[in-house]
């Protein structure tokens, strides 16, 4: 019998080494590196604890939802689709086509569309589509931006491939540089994860960045994902999105989407993470497969949910006020910050990155002295091997608390980190 000493919140694991030893190749998760990180110490006493920390807005999630579980109730009861259901590919696909502007009929919604129950499990599952045993005969290569979303790298470790971490720093306007990319990575490249609006910089791809990297996931034969979670939360102008660029690009055999995934959420855009919807979209020979992929592996998404899904789709009003929520916070955040740390306006997305000098340091006096809570940077990224960690200087704050509890933060974190 294996003597199991296991805790979730700690982050240890088994006392014996047992099952997939690829996942010791990752850290922990960097929120519970973060409860580590933080566990020892106590913030002064009398001050509300301010958690900026996790993407998980905390508006109040639309009425919709609601309404709309309730009436589709008797949805409960029945196993769904793994396509979920002609309504929802329709919603899905409208929004797509309204928001992006494509050319009438080019999307075909019912085979380039799959409903996700929150885009982290596929953007996970998708590194066992997308990688092979052997790319050009060597371990094929899964590229991510650095800093990056943690479920790209543990997608491409336990999918058994190489992670390369792109550095996307200031010099790079904050997204990996395409033209240092070498024809010897770019052939054994099996997939490579793109962030726009990109968490944690708020940097957006423009067309051409864009139309370069989908035409190198043409040449070189892999798997484009452009995690778009972030495209309705912007600031001064709508982020343009990979499929309205592949639309304009030539196409591939007739085909306008070859090699190319985008992922969108109800997470951010309707401030409902607890819903877990999102939908991925794109390439139908990659959708079909990736289909008989998850009809093994995942749970579809419950009737109910779809139907409230399908109704968030359709609306734009809430998603118009969620805007100018942010719109609100950043000018509070600008107002109390001016430029300092480096501060810039994002894009998109809706988190400060902010310089301080050593982010774990800071995150550290934030929570002892203001019982402010936010992600050091360097949780976020990794070091390549003779570069400095790209995180390692900044803190993530999330902009997901209501605008004056904002204005109090980042007033706090003035006074604390001067
Ligand atoms: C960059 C990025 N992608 C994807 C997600 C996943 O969102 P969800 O699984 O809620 O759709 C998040 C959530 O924080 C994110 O920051």
């Known amino acids: 019998m294996v003597s199991a000493d296991f805790s979730v919140n700690s982050g ?37 604890p301010v958690v900026l920390t996790v993407g998980e807005p905390q508006h109040t999630p639309p009425a919709i939802i609601e309404e709309t579980l309730r009436a589709s109730a008797s949805g409960w009861n029945k196993y769904p689709p ?17 928001r992006y502007d494509l050319p009438a009929g080019l999307l075909q919604a019912d085979s380039s569309i799959l409903p996700l129950s929150g885009t982290r499990e596929a953007l996970f599952m998708l590194a ?63 997939l490579f994860y793109l962030c726009t609006p990109a968490n944690p910089q708020g940097a957006a791809a423009t067309p051409a960045y864009l139309a370069k990297a989908i035409g190198l996931a043409r040449q070189y034969g892999f798997v484009l994902a452009v995690d778009e979670c972030y495209a309705e939360i912007w600031l ?53 497969r990736f289909s008989r992929l998850r009809s093994y592996g995942c749970a579809g998404m419950p009737l109910p949910i779809l139907a409230a899904s399908t109704a968030l789709w359709r609306d734009e009003a809430h998603v118009e006020e969620n805007r100018a929520a942010y719109r609100a916070k950043f000018a509070a955040a600008e107002a109390e910050l001016g430029g300092r740390y480096g501060y810039r306006r994002p894009a ?18 934030l929570w002892a002295e203001g019982a402010v809570r936010v992600l050091p940077g360097a949780y976020l990224s990794r070091s390549n091997p003779g570069e400095p960690n790209p995180g390692e200087a900044f803190i993530r704050v999330a902009l997901v608390q209501d605008t004056d509890t904002v204005a109090q933060a980042c007033a706090s974190i003035v006074r604390i980190l001067g």
């Open 128 to 190: 066992l589509l997308a990688v092979p045993t052997q790319k050009a005969g060597r371990q094929p290569a899964v590229l991510m931006p650095n800093p990056f979303y943690a479920p790209y790298e543990g997608a491409a470790v336990m999918a058994g491939a190489e992670p390369v971490f792109l550095s996307a720093t200031r010099e790079t306007g904050f997204l990996p540089d395409l033209d240092a990319l070498t024809p010897e990575l770019l052939e054994r490249t099996a």
């Open 236 to 288: 001064d102008a709508p982020p343009a999105g990979a499929l309205q660029v592949a639309a304009g690009l030539p196409y591939q055999d007739g085909k306008p989407w070859s090699n190319l995934l985008v992922f969108h959420s109800l997470s951010k855009r309707s401030s409902a993470a607890g819903l877990r919807s999102g939908f991925v979209a794109g390439d139908p020979a990659l959708i079909g």
């Open 82 to 98: 793994v396509g979920g259901t002609p309504e929802f590919r329709a919603a899905t696909g409208d929004w797509l086509n309204r």
């Open 12 to 48: 240890a694991v088994f006392t014996e080494a047992i099952g997939n030893d690829r996942l010791d190749l990752l850290t922990d998760y960097p929120f519970t590196r973060l409860s580590n990180l933080l566990a020892p110490i106590t913030p002064r006493a009398n001050v509300a």
């Open 348 to 365: 998109g997305g809706f988190f400060l990155w902010l310089e301080v000098g050593n982010g774990e340091e800071a995150a550290k006096r």
